[in-house]
């Protein structure tokens, strides 16, 4: 099974800027297709945005659209998700995730990292 481990949350004033990194294990990162999904204080998890292994695919939350950016680095065995003009709405645990790519949706497969805090103040 892939090991997720993601960085780069923490508390930023609305309007900034924040980049966060997920790093898997093994080698046959490039095969998977990656996704991020938050979830906020009593609230159900949500997608957020994922990406297919070879990068060409890529789909993202109405919510988010235009201001948040997923990428990959398969050489690293990085995904990462830029996140800009952030809102207090974005308030949430940022958790990145192996997500199975069909017709252009995206779905969990099972394999979750831990979760990063992001936290927006107003």
């Known amino acids: 099974q892939v090991q997720l481990v993601e960085s780069g949350g923490g508390l930023v004033q609305a309007g900034g800027s924040l980049r966060l990194s997920c790093a898997a294990s093994?080698?046959?990162?490039?095969?998977?297709?990656m996704g991020w999904f938050r979830q906020a204080p009593g609230k159900e998890r949500e997608f957020v945005a994922a990406?297919?292994?070879?990068?060409?695919?890529?789909s993202y939350a109405d919510s988010v659209k235009g201001r948040f950016t997923i990428s990959r680095d398969n050489a690293k065995n990085t995904v990462y998700l830029q996140m800009n003009s952030l809102k207090p709405e974005d308030t949430a645990v940022y958790i990145c995730a192996v997500v199975n790519a069909y017709s252009g949706s995206f779905t969990p497969s099972g394999s979750w990292g831990q979760g990063t805090q992001v936290t927006v103040s107003s």
């Open positions: 093994g080698r046959t990162f490039s095969m998977y297709s």
């Open positions: 990406m297919s292994g070879s990068s060409k695919i890529t």
